[in-house]
């Protein structure tokens, strides 16, 4: 008898033990994530449509340009984005101003304020302010809001990239004297179908040109959205560049990413800037010919052209006319002058985007390659001929995986070795 009560206490022991051990080994709950709430106020004369419309495209673009805090109606998020429009009259904004805001302590983490002339979709609005959201890091503060981490601002110019991967590395490429017209237009005024990601390709360049180029801000044009007109385009490249890039050695970078389509007469690639119709491509559009032609006259100017669409009238980044079948005989990319031009995709073929971050397929493996991926002898310069080999190969292999095919392609003025024309020089280590 005795010998069964000391086993039975000795159950006993072993239970409460367990239980014990088993409530210690319960992992600690996580805490919610941060929360954003989004307000537009509009003290103005603008009328009442732009407000619900800015809210809109703001939430939309907070959800997918990886700012890590979801968006909640009312007024119990842990953040709050107010933005504030002023106006004098009914068509147009004149000035607006936005502050992101801590709801439990009151205190603005970032803000920033413009006057420009905004249209009554409030696309530049929506842009503008999420321009400035990328230069903040959510991430700790939406992983334990309540706690002591609070948003840190990033220094504009080494803030990530709008894809959410690392900053761009710094590099010894000279670019005092370097220019850069850069276009992304991913929503066109004449209901085409969105360009997925062409304004974060179009942001992530700009980064590679600011801290890897060494590109001054005040010799970038970044042309996104509605400001990326036919106007737009032709200015900054027929009229802003020839008055600009004119010292001896000087480097001149064009980037666009969204829509292509065939001139359907001679099936010439141009270009879609977002006010085009493509079935008056003449003039609305912009050739990649003319594009060409026009760099080629800079004097004393390296010039390199890089196309994130295609112009075989399918696919994610080409539009054709409307009733126009997709049977047009696409021209290839020719040299002109000496310029050099690396185009996302043979002229037949159809370009799509990257499966793993918020670009397109050639722009992720584009910059990839520019920021040592590339390298393939480790020197720390990346030349041309690198860039073109990871760019093709990668873009390739990566469009097999996905049933199609996709093989971007160089077009080099005869006469240059692109092994010994160094884009990235004394890339520094990452």
């Given at each position: 008898m005795r010998h069964l009560a000391l086993a039975l206490a000795l159950a006993l022991c072993l239970i409460v033990l367990g239980c014990y051990s088993r409530a210690n080994l319960q992992p600690r709950p996580t805490p919610s994530p941060a929360t954003m709430a989004i307000e537009v106020v509009n003290d103005g004369l603008l009328g009442a449509g732009v407000q619900p419309r800015a809210e809109a495209l703001l939430r939309s673009d907070v959800l997918s340009k990886n700012i890590a805090v979801p968006v909640v109606a009312?007024?119990?998020?842990?953040?709050?984005?107010?933005?504030?429009?002023?106006?004098?009259?009914?068509?147009?904004?004149?000035?607006?101003?936005?502050?992101?805001?801590?709801?439990?302590?009151?205190?603005?983490?970032?803000?920033?304020?413009?006057?420009?002339?905004?249209?009554?979709?409030?696309?530049?609005?929506?842009?503008?302010?999420?321009?400035?959201?990328?230069?903040?890091?959510?991430?700790?503060y939406a992983s334990d809001p309540k706690g002591a981490v609070a948003a840190v601002i990033t220094p504009p110019d080494s803030a990530n990239p709008p894809n959410g991967s690392e900053v761009m590395p710094t590099s010894k490429t000279p670019g005092q004297d370097a220019w850069a017209v850069i276009i992304g237009v991913e929503r066109y005024r004449n209901e085409l179908p969105a360009a997925t990601h062409a304004e974060d390709d179009a942001r992530a360049f700009k980064a590679l040109a600011r801290q890897t180029l060494g590109v001054p801000e005040g010799h970038i044009k970044l042309l996104i959205g509605e400001r990326a007109s036919r106007t737009d385009i032709a200015g900054a490249i027929f009229e802003w560049l020839p008055r600009n890039a004119v010292r001896e050695g000087g480097t001149v970078y064009v980037f666009f990413s969204g829509h292509g389509a065939p001139d359907i007469d001679t099936g010439e690639g141009y270009l879609v800037p977002y006010d085009a119709d493509p079935a008056y491509l003449k003039t609305g559009g912009v050739s990649i010919g003319e594009i060409q032609a026009a760099l080629s006259k800079l004097k004393g100017q390296r010039s390199f052209v890089f196309l994130d669409a295609c112009f075989s009238g399918r696919g994610e980044r080409s539009v054709l006319a409307s009733g126009t079948r997709p049977l047009v005989p696409v021209k290839e990319v020719e040299a002109v002058g000496g310029v050099i031009t690396i185009s996302a995709a043979g002229a037949r073929e159809a370009t799509g985007a990257h499966e793993g971050s918020p670009q397109g397929l050639f722009t992720h493996h584009l910059i990839r390659a520019m920021v040592g991926g590339a390298d393939q002898d480790g020197n720390r310069d990346v030349t041309l001929a690198e860039i073109v080999s990871y760019v093709a190969k990668a873009v390739e292999d990566e469009a097999r995986l996905q049933n199609r095919e996709q093989r971007p392609t160089a077009t080099v003025p005869g006469g240059v070795d692109a092994r010994g024309v160094i884009v990235i020089k004394g890339l520094d280590a990452r």
């Open positions: 009312g007024g119990e998020a842990d953040l709050k984005l107010l933005v504030r429009i002023t106006s004098t009259n009914f068509t147009a904004a004149t000035a607006y101003e936005w502050q992101l805001i801590e709801s439990r302590s009151g205190r603005i983490i970032a803000q920033g304020a413009e006057a420009p002339a905004l249209g009554h979709e409030g696309e530049q609005l929506a842009d503008a302010v999420i321009a400035g959201l990328i230069g903040v890091d959510t991430l700790p």
